[in-house]
């Protein structure tokens, strides 16, 4: 378990940038395979982004491929996910998580969650 802390969060309009932070509490970031998520109102949480440890190797949900991209920093024990030309409907709460498995996509692969930041796109 790992303590995850998201930032960056807030209400923009739609075709604009955002980038949201997720800083780790534990200096074995590195070893962990990390995860975006988010969680609109009334509907499931989707799996977002995931990257590898080296950073080296992402895979992406279609609904954010070619204007999200996740990255981390090991030194800063942080990983982002830098969001472009954004749409209302990618309003919702959005999460970190860290998981062990490579290429984890499914919520229950994931072992540590952040609290979640808020994202709200206008229209």
């Known amino acids: 378990q790992v303590q995850l802390i998201e930032s960056g969060g807030g209400l923009v309009q739609a075709g604009d940038s955002l980038r949201l932070s997720c800083a780790a509490s534990?200096?074995?970031?590195?070893?962990?395979?990390m995860g975006w998520f988010r969680q609109a109102p009334g509907k499931e949480r989707e799996f977002i982004a995931t990257i590898s440890w080296s950073g080296t190797s992402t895979y992406y949900a279609d609904s954010v491929k070619g204007r999200f991209t996740i990255s981390r920093d090991n030194a800063k024990n942080t990983v982002y996910l830098q969001m472009n030309i954004l749409k209302p409907e990618d309003t919702a709460v959005y999460y970190c998580a860290a998981a062990s498995t490579p290429g984890a996509t499914r919520i229950r692969q994931y072992h540590s969650w952040g609290q979640g930041t808020q994202v709200t796109v206008s229209s």
């Open positions: 534990d200096r074995t970031f590195s070893s962990y395979i």
